[in-house]
RNA sequence: GGAGCUGUAGUUAAGUUGGUUAUAACGCCGGCCUGUCACGCCGGAGGCCGCCGGUUCGAGUCCGGUCAGCUCCGCCA
């Protein structure tokens, strides 16, 4: 018998053809030839024998090379080495007594080659294709098509397929249709960057491709759809963070005649869908409301983790005259009880303390409620009284922690809200299993752009402000209440949406109040204003992060892994290398020239 | 634009107060092995300690800079 290399042996797989996928080989198939293929998993050679642990996309089969069987197979199978790719055509049998592997789906069964072929050898893999190893963000996203290969990802992968499938399955049955809308489209101020495209038949002229399909799904409209939907991708030239990358997915939807309760009535029966079909959880309907301003109060934030407590209380007034300065000159002082977390050590709350000054935080006051006495570097400033309000507001018992938060309102909102969910999350009070659903409501129209030095839509300038609050667009636009709503699943904001506005009227005076003078709004929005007087039916909508939701649902802490080919945190591709400079040729064609280039 | 963490063999990590030849496991290569399943046993190879500079008799270790990955602030209607 020559020695063939692993080259010599690769065969085109000819006329054989895959009869089962590796985790379909069960007691069902006993006795019966197979075709396989997939890759090499695992190879134990014991020289006179050898097993293969095959992997497909659905699993694993242990395949035997044995002497017995095929002298010349098992000969050349000691070539194989992880990562071959191989087709075996054997007969499925069930494993001796003692030898079957519980932990294996195929386990009771192995598959006895006949016959097989190498289709192909593989370099060894930079890191092992296995889920239970821990390997760099860089070397999995320089190799991703390897990290593919990997359970998680192919789960994920399967998940985001699933929930995708589900929604299409759900809209359409609600009698929505799936439009496609333009990539290629219209930069717009407001909102966030642009990623601009070139024209080349207009040298100097640039597409922008979409933050989202918003203004397109309201032409939807208006173009007599009715109901429409896209799972599409949207573009914020903008930093990325754990749950935020340059390209995203939204599932956008838009329907006419409607007011908010029919949009989140549709919203959350297709959420409660998706996570039945995926994840196989159930969600009671109608999911719980909070308006905005309670979220803030009582959560610190607009996108509230409701499945713990810690909720923060307002104890502004109860130190308004106190001894202790810092407390009664702020203009809000903010509390979180952690019931018996006396047991947090000094140098935890130094820590804590490192934590909120990110957000704008001088320092962490804290009290330690013990049996006899408060213990607490601010204790001394506190009177009886205040002590007995504190007390009654916050439920307080010997053993507890309480920090506090003074200063600037948002300041002091922000600040509590995010060290909540750091206390939550170390003190795992989060139930992991959980999915609470809430929708955040009543959100103000505008909020004031400091930078700009001018009101900023809350949402985006085309929601609609509420019936009643419409004269405020000019007399009191801070008061002003948007019909907007916001969904939030476990402490993330899965999705958002609002009525729109629909009369060319109202939408100018909404560009109005946002200082978008006369002109910028005829260049940048004179084809809304103008659909708008052709019979605009009343409409709105909502548009959900399908990949945030896909985060929750895989129980994953970063978006990069519910996409197959994320960016990196400075926006680029390691596995194509993108962004790249362009030959001045292509530059020169679309009228370009890159200024200060540098010499590379 | 800013802050923090990380960077040592193919991979994951250890590396003490700055001190001789930089460790381990897995992987890889060679050999043995007919019931393994993350096979086992024997042997072997493999290092620009991210990069540049500085301090020092001497730097993986200290300092400055820089690059990359990650997390966060700003930003994200």
């Known amino acids: 018998m020559s020695e063939l290399t692993a080259e010599q042996l690769i065969q085109s797989p000819g006329d054989w053809q895959r009869s089962h996928h590796c985790a379909q080989t069960d007691l069902a198939l006993l006795g019966q030839d197979v075709c396989l293929m997939g890759w090499v998993q695992y190879r134990r050679d014991h020289g006179g024998l050898i097993f293969i642990d095959l992997r497909d996309r659905e699993g694993l089969t242990q395949v035997v090379f044995s002497p017995d069987h095929n002298l010349q197979a098992h000969q050349e199978a000691h070539v194989l080495r992880p990562e071959y790719v191989l087709a075996v055509k054997g007969t499925v049998r069930e494993r001796p007594e003692g030898m079957r592997n519980p932990n294996l789906k195929t386990g009771q069964i192995e598959v006895v080659v006949k016959d097989w072929k190498l289709l192909n050898t593989a370099k060894t893999p930079p890191f092992p294709i296995e889920d239970r190893i821990d390997v760099s963000d860089h070397l999995r996203l320089k190799y991703r098509y390897l990290d593919l290969r990997r359970k998680g990802m192919t789960r994920n992968l399967r998940l985001r397929h699933e929930a995708v499938q589900s929604v299409r399955n759900f809209l359409n049955a609600e009698g929505f249709l799936e439009v496609e809308t333009p990539v290629l489209t219209k930069s717009t101020p407001e909102g966030a960057r642009d990623f601009l495209v070139p024209s080349r038949q207009h040298p100097g002229h640039f597409f922008a491709l979409p933050q989202s399909p918003q203004l397109f799904k309201q032409l939807l409209m208006l173009g007599g ?194 060290l909540r969910l750091k206390l939550a999350e170390k003190l795992d009070l989060i139930p992991e299993d959980r999915l609470d659903p809430v929708w955040i409501t009543d959100f103000p129209l505008f909020e004031w752009d400091q930078e700009e030095k001018r009101w900023a839509a809350c949402h985006h300038p085309f929601t609609s402000p509420r019936d009643d609050d419409r004269d405020l667009l000019e007399s009191a636009p801070e008061r002003a209440r948007a019909r907007a709503y916001d969904l939030v699943l476990n402490g993330c904001e899965i999705g958002g ?13 909404m560009f109005q109040a946002l200082g978008i003078s006369r002109e910028e709004a005829e260049s940048k929005f004179g084809f809304l204003i103008e659909a708008l007087k052709y019979g605009s039916p009343p409409h709105g909508g909502i548009a959900f992060g399908l990949d945030r939701l896909l985060m929750i649902l895989g129980r994953t802490d970063s978006i990069r892994e519910v996409i197959a080919f994320p960016k990196t945190q400075k926006g680029t591709c390691l596995l194509t290398d993108a962004p790249t400079p362009v030959p001045s040729k292509q530059l020169a064609e679309l009228g370009l020239r890159v200024r200060d280039e540098q010499p590379r």
């Open 225 to 418: 759809q009715e109901k429409y939907y896209q799972i599409v991708r949207c573009f914020r030239d903008e930093d990325l963070r754990a749950d935020r990358q340059p390209e995203f997915t939204q599932i956008d939807l838009e329907m006419a005649f409607v007011q908010e309760e029919q949009v989140m009535r549709l919203a959350e029966d297709m959420i409660k869908n998706v996570i039945a079909d995926t994840v196989n959880q159930e969600l009671n309907t109608p999911f719980p409301r909070m308006s905005y301003s309670q979220a803030l109060d009582t959560y610190g934030l607009d996108r509230p983790d409701t499945r713990f407590g810690l909720l923060l209380h307002d104890v502004t007034d109860i130190v308004k005259d106190s001894a202790f300065k810092l407390f009664a000159s702020a203009e809000m002082v903010k509390a979180i009880r952690v019931a018996q977390g006396g047991h947090i050590s000094r140098r935890e709350i130094d820590d804590l303390t490192e934590y909120v000054k990110i957000f704008g935080a001088r320092g962490l006051a804290w009290i330690k409620i013990k049996e006899d006495q408060w213990h607490s570097p601010i204790a001394k400033f506190l009177g009886e009284e205040e002590k007995q309000q504190l007390v009654r507001e916050l439920g307080l018992e010997a053993g507890d922690i309480v920090f506090f938060q003074a200063g600037g309102a948002d300041m002091v909102r922000t600040t509590l809200g995010n």
């Open 497 to 509: 949406g609002s009525i729109r506005i629909h009369t060319p009227e109202l939408q100018s005076r």
